[in-house]
């Protein structure tokens, strides 16, 4: 096995495991959405009007930091244009 095979299997499996990784977390991430988008009538009539308490306060800062993790998340992600490699995958 030469070199450059070598690294070609290299790069292809770097490719695969990433592709695979944002595609998992892709999924887990339109989940959540799906779940702030049903349940978010609920959180305004059972939170919103009532005063702040340290119930909410947690309940307010695990919503919304785990929202905001998963748009970073999105934000940040390698999009294939960007991280594919100068091999070919077809092989």
Avoid: C
Wanted: charged residues 20%.
């Amino acid at each position: 096995m030469t070199s450059s095979t070598t690294e070609e299997d290299y790069w292809r499996r770097i490719y695969r495991a990433t592709r695979d990784e944002n595609l998992q977390n892709s999924s887990v991430t339109a989940f959540v959405l799906f779940d702030y988008f049903l349940t978010f009538g609920h959180e305004v009539n059972l939170f919103w009007s009532r005063k702040l308490s340290g119930a909410s306060a947690l309940f307010y800062a695990t919503r919304y930091l785990n929202l905001g993790l998963h748009v970073l998340y999105i934000h940040n992600m390698p999009h294939s244009r960007e991280f594919s490699p100068k091999v070919s995958l077809l092989n």
